[in-house]
């Protein structure tokens, strides 16, 4: 590397003048160099003490890549600012702008960082231009009436031509685990879009503190981490937060260096732990990626949104007792069971979802095989699901949109043209055309409507799960023994004529989807049409919000109300999460605005282009009408079985739920337990009492738990790399319905349904589903996910009561606009922008 030119801090002489730092040849960069503690100054904890200027002199002086410092302080400037400006001056003469910083003694403490509470100034020119004083003044102004004389002000040259900006910590925040989390922003040019908030621009990466530099993709991400690790070892802290910016030359300028605020908290008792396991994770992808026998591609990718997407359904980090339940209900087998019964490839069993260290994966390997018609042959079929794997890698983004971005799972209009444009010449003509048929055929056979079709017999199965509810009622049975035989038994109807119908239902609603978005592309339907039509779809969740308004207004009882909605519950899965019977005054008491879902009329737009569309694309296939026909059925049909299978889910809970208080057992603990360890004691009772039985498999859940949120992985795992260097990925929100609205921002997490001052604000929520829709009856403006896609519920929600809605936006958004004040979201122009007012 060239030789650089770094700072030297020297101490000021008896004249009292300003603090500067000097040009010192010599220096060869951060990354491989030497740096010397200069001067015989020593290295240390000792280093870190002093403000915020006197530690970026001592690194410099050590040989660390600080741009040019002057520092003088408060009460110098207050006796004397036109000479402290001569000084600056003198000191920094090649300075074409300059960086006017805070260096309070208040600020960059063990005990608290204060980050962000005082103001510094970018992009100033020098003196003795008049906005070098007024920027002075300002930060003086931050330091507010504790402002101390020996405060200081810190003036630096800007660095030019910034390529990247963001911050190091060295730890990860909340739990001070061993990762390196890297924020940045690579977009702006700017020096202050991370420090200052931007949090929509910046991107984040999590990188494991035993990392191997093979396992980076990006050189200059390796630079910035290499140059924080000598500045751990220069400082003897792991706990660093260190500000920096890289230039046109990818060379890393150190900006700020302090303790993380409040790491002194921390307990490190897991470092040992999460690099133990680390590795037995690494193992495990490893071993995922060889392929079972009748699974085709030679490797795979997991993922939380893709799919069956988990993340929205039972969460990031649920508890074992509703992964366990996820999986016996939906991810086992019976996912499998229901495409291949519309037509979809046969596969052997094989579990669509994973766990890392209890965080629920989708296998997308065995996802994208599923979604290959019948009869497609292992050359074809690996051949296309190698391709979609590697457009997903490429293509992260697109995680919860697989169904549509990446893999072509029925033969739409925009069939021929997406296969042109994403895979051109993947696979010989021969191959191409009996895989293009066999998926036009099974497309044909999707939109059959008759009683023998398969999204009518699916419909039938659910009504006959409802009929058998109604006979059944809601009495639970009073002994220990029966309480388990009748969750099990619920489980089991609920798997053959809830989960499997709805699977059928769900890939009929998506089939649709791709129809409806395929003729707004072509042209057939104007994006106002799509959304008259799905507005006009009647759902369960309009017969939910006519009932309250009945119980309010006295024409319902209360009681009736709950014996049909009362089993739902904010999360499905987890017993833990309240059913609305359980707290019916929070839901049903007072008279608050709701939101009014739109008069479900029957589509009346001009179907002219969407008959010739559809007549030209796929012969044999739907006319317009039978399209939007197959539409409506397949997704109110899909709200409507969901509804009903998790009154099933809802009482095999409670059943659960009450063995447990008979046992001596409560939820809580219930909830760190799969649901085998359960039901085993109907088939092997145990010789002691049921605690004593439970308690190592509750202590493991506990542990695997604890372990799991300490290990910091992707939404996205694309190869064992991707254990060690986790970028988060951003996401692109799904927008619902074409309306804007600025609000104010309220995040809530669904458990309690009295929360206050919902009407008209953009709700934060990170997955919902059915036990959400009390929100609706709240009158609130907009809604904001984290999880989710387009055709998730509440997306289905949101589009039939007209609310504004950005649905899977992904951590770093959500993040930032759940910690706002306010917010825009402008569902038709497709963003969502934090504000600190509405």
Not at 36 to 45: E, Q
Not at 530 to 558: K, P, Q, Y
Request: charged content about 25%; aromatic content about 8%.
């Amino acid at each position: 590397m060239e030789v650089r030119e770094t700072l030297r801090w020297t101490t000021p002489g008896s004249d009292g003048k300003c603090w500067t730092s000097r040009p010192q040849r010599g220096y060869h960069g951060p990354v491989g160099g030497q740096i010397s503690t200069g001067g015989g100054r020593k290295s240390g904890p000792g280093a870190l003490s002093g403000t915020k200027a006197e530690v970026l002199a001592k690194l410099a002086e050590a040989g660390f890549p600080v741009p040019p410092t002057v520092y003088f302080s408060v009460e110098r400037w207050n006796r004397d600012s036109k000479s402290v400006a001569d000084e600056v001056m003198a000191a920094l003469p090649m300075a074409a702008r300059l960086a006017v910083r805070s260096s309070c003694r208040r600020e960059d403490r063990e005990d608290s960082s204060m980050a962000g509470a005082f103001l510094s100034r970018l992009d100033i020119p020098p003196p003795p231009d008049p906005a070098f004083a007024e920027a002075v003044k300002d930060v003086l102004a931050s330091y507010g009436p504790l402002a101390d004389g020996s405060d200081q002000i810190l003036v630096q040259p800007m660095v030019e031509n910034v390529r990247m900006s963001g911050v190091v910590m060295t730890r990860d925040l909340v739990d001070g685990s061993p990762y390196y989390v890297v924020e940045y922003d690579d977009e702006t040019g700017r020096t202050d879009s991370v420090t200052g908030g931007a949090g929509t621009i910046s991107k984040t990466v999590h990188i494991f503190r035993q990392f191997r530099n093979t396992d980076f993709d990006s050189p200059r991400l390796l630079q910035v981490v290499r140059v924080a690790r000598q500045l751990e070892g220069f400082l003897a802290s792991s706990r660093l937060d260190i500000e920096f910016c890289t230039d046109a030359n990818d060379d890393v300028h150190v900006l700020q260096a302090r303790l993380i605020g409040g790491s002194s908290r921390w307990s490190l008792s897991l470092d040992e732990e999460i690099v133990d396991k680390i590795s037995f994770v690494e193992e495990a992808l490893a071993e995922w990626n060889r392929p079972p026998e009748g699974i085709w591609g030679g490797r795979t990718i997991l993922g939380v949104m893709p799919d069956w997407n988990p993340a929205e359904i039972v969460g990031i980090h649920p508890r074992p007792l509703a992964t366990s339940l996820y999986r016996d209900l939906v991810t086992r087998r019976t996912w499998s069971l229901a495409r291949s019964s519309m037509g979809y490839r046969s596969l052997p069993p094989v579990d669509l979802m994973v766990q890392l260290a209890g965080r629920p994966y989708i296998d997308v390997r065995a996802s994208f095989n599923s979604f290959l018609p019948e009869g497609t042959d292992a050359h074809t079929g690996s051949a296309l699901v190698e391709s979609w794997l590697d457009r997903l890698a490429a293509h992260p983004e697109f995680h919860d949109k697989v169904e549509f971005e990446v893999a072509q799972t029925v033969f739409d209009p925009l069939f021929g043209k997406q296969y042109a444009s994403r895979t051109p010449g993947l696979l010989p003509t021969a191959d191409f055309q009996r895989w293009s048929g066999l998926l036009r055929q099974f497309t044909i056979r999707a939109f059959d409507l008759s009683e023998t079709g398969g999204l009518s017999r699916a419909l039938a199965s659910a009504r006959e799960l409802e009929h058998r509810q109604a006979l059944r009622g809601v009495k639970l049975p009073d002994r220990p023994g029966e309480l388990l035989h009748r969750a099990q038994s619920l489980l089991e109807e609920c798997r053959s004529l809830g989960t499997l119908p709805f699977a059928v239902v769900a890939r009929h609603a998506f089939i649709a989807e791709s129809f409806l978005r395929a003729a707004v592309v072509e042209g057939a339907l104007s994006p106002e049409d799509l959304e008259a039509f799905r507005s006009g779809i009647r759902t369960v969740s309009v017969d939910f919000s006519e009932a309250i308004d009945s119980v309010r207004a006295g024409n319902l009882a209360a009681e009736d109300f709950l014996a049909r909605f009362g089993h739902l519950r904010p999360g499905t899965y987890d017993i833990l999460s309240p059913r609305y019977a359980d707290h019916p005054d929070s839901l049903l008491s007072g008279a608050p605005p709701r939101c009014s879902p739109r008069e479900a009329t029957p589509f009346t737009g001009d179907l002219t282009r969407l008959d010739s569309l559809l007549a030209e694309r796929l012969e044999g296939g739907p006319d317009a009408a039978g399209l939007l026909a197959h539409a409506e059925r397949a997704v109110a049909g899909r709200e409507w079985t969901k509804f009903v299978f998790t009154r099933n889910l809802s009482d095999a809970l409670e059943c659960l739920a009450l063995w447990g208080e008979k046992s001596g057992v409560g939820r809580e603990d219930l909830s760190w337990l799969c649901l085998e360890d359960l039901l085993g004691a109907t088939v092997a009772p145990p010789l002691c009492a049921p605690r004593e039985w439970l308690a190592p498999a509750l202590e493991r859940g506990r542990r695997t738990s604890e372990v799991g949120r300490g290990l910091k992985l992707g939404y996205l795992i694309r190869s064992p790399r991707d254990v060690y260097v986790m970028p988060r990925h951003r996401c692109a929100p799904n927008f619902v319905t074409r309306s804007r609205l600025r609000a104010k921002v309220v995040h809530i997490d669904g458990r309690d349904f009295s929360v206050e001052g919902l009407a008209g604000s953009v709700v934060c929520v990170r997955n919902a589903d059915p036990g959400f829709d009390w929100l609706f009856s709240r009158g609130i403006g907009g809604l904001v996910t984290q999880f989710g896609g387009t055709n998730s519920h509440m997306a289905i929600r949101c589009a039939e009561y007209g609310i504004p809605a950005a649905i899977g936006c992904g951590e770093q958004l959500f993040e930032s606009i759940r910690r706002s004040p306010a917010c825009e979201l402008d569902a038709g122009g497709k963003r969502l922008l934090p504000l600190e007012a509405t």
